[in-house]
Structures are given as C-alpha cells and as structure tokens.
C-alpha cells in the first residue's frame, strides 16, 4: 500500500459526458501528479501540482483539467469524454518539488471506460 | 528530448531462472532513473531507483539495476524468477524540468512453471 488513494476505482460512462476523478495523496506530500495508461499511448503525464498551484503540464487535452485543493487532495475533471478517453489514469505523490529526483508513489489507479 | 527504451516488449523465463529487463534512456546529464512494477489491476511500486554514487542498486524483491553511463542503460536483473514476479515492468526517467516520470512502454515479464 504506496499510501495514495484514488476513487473511484472504476468508472463506466458514456461519450459527452463528464467524471471527476480523486485523488488523496500521502500523508505529508505536497506534489501531485496525473498519469494516463492506455494501450497505444502507453503510460503519459498529464499534469503536476505542487502545494495547490500548477506547476507542471504535459499532453494534457483541453477537455481534461485538474485542481488541488487546500487539503491537499485533487481531482481531475475529464469532459467531452470519447471513445479514446478509456485509459486507467493514475495519481502519484511526492513530497516536493526537487524535481525528477524524487521518488513518486502511485495510486491502484481509476479505470474509466467510456462507451 | 528525454525518452526511455525498452527494448522487450514480452519476456518469457522459467521459474529459478536469472531474468534480465533491458532499459535504455536518452538524457542530458545524469539522469535520475526508476524502475516499478505493475502487476494485473495493481498500480506501479517502486522497485528501486539510482540518483547517484554506486552504479549498482538493490531494490525490493531481490531486485537490482545497474547504472552503466557509457552504454545509457539501467538494466534490471533478478539471479532467480519467482512465478510471483509475473507482472509488467516499467522503467523511467526523472525529468530534469518539473517532477514528471518519463515511463517506458514497458516489458511483460511471464514465469514458465
């Protein structure tokens, strides 16, 4: 158990509509970030938060955005959802923000399946 | 730009057997390199991670790397399988921007009774 807790741990949907995915990260770290795992793309970053503000960005499409709230926890609000949205997202944590050098631990990840 | 190269995309080894993951990165300066490990409906665990100091890193699991600069390979090895270390296995890079992990595609590891 990495200490990061996801919910939900499944999700099934239909095309246009909306999720919230959540996020608790460990007790004591402030970074968070998003991963997206599909077959063809593999396993991708979406976006960081570092301590309530976004700090980093990566192929994240413009229907999908994310928070991090003052307690810490975040979400990640996917919108328009498609067919190719079907992935298994994952959230990690860190305890800063040195970067690359700092060991991230994942969450058992959210399977959205979009119908 | 900075990527990571797993050559294998499926390995098969018999039980009792050494195994050998292959990872190649593509990165500037000394990077900072992982490797997890993913089992079926699991997350990704930390096996073991290099920094700096000792090229060759003991992780969990019985698990070990080594960081080899001149050949930009931080490959995983096991000296004996266990049917339980059947699962997939990541391999990724620390980018020198922000936090983010630059992940591999990955290597199926399966255990041959």
């Known amino acids: 158990d990495s200490g990061v807790t996801q919910t939900p741990k499944h999700l099934i949907t239909a095309t246009g509509q909306r999720v919230t995915l959540r996020c608790s990260p460990r007790?004591?770290?402030?970074?968070v970030y998003w991963y997206q795992q599909s077959l063809d793309q593999g396993l991708q970053f979406l976006i960081q938060?570092?301590?309530?503000?976004?700090?980093a960005k990566g192929n994240i499409l413009e229907r999908f955005s994310a928070q991090q709230f003052p307690d810490l926890h975040s979400e990640l609000n996917l919108s328009s959802l498609e067919l190719g949205d079907s992935a298994l997202y994952f959230c990690?944590?860190?305890?800063?923000?040195?970067?690359?050098?700092?060991?991230?631990?994942f969450g058992p990840g959210t399977r959205l399946l979009v119908l | 730009a900075q990527s990571v190269t797993q050559p294998d995309i499926h390995i098969t080894v018999s039980e009792g057997a050494s195994l050998e993951l292959r990872c190649n990165y593509s990165?500037?300066?000394?990077?900072?390199l992982f490797w997890y490990v993913q089992s079926p409906g699991q997350g990704l665990q930390l096996l073991l991670k290099?920094?700096?100091?000792?090229?060759l890193v003991q992780g969990i699991k019985g698990f070990e790397a080594e960081f080899k600069r001149s050949q930009s390979s931080f490959n995983l090895r096991k000296p004996s399988v266990h049917w339980s270390d059947a699962a997939e296995y990541f391999c990724?890079?620390?980018?020198?921007?922000?936090?983010?992990?630059?992940f591999g595609q990955g290597t199926e590891l399966s255990v041959k009774p």
């Open positions: 990690a944590s860190s305890p800063g923000l040195a970067g690359g050098g700092e060991t991230q631990y």
């Open positions: 290099y920094f700096s100091g000792d090229t």
């Open positions: 990724a890079v620390g980018a020198s921007q922000g936090g983010k992990l630059i």
């Open positions: 990165y500037g300066a000394t990077p900072y």
């Open positions: 938060y570092y301590n309530g503000e976004e700090r």
């Open positions: 007790s004591g770290d402030l970074s």
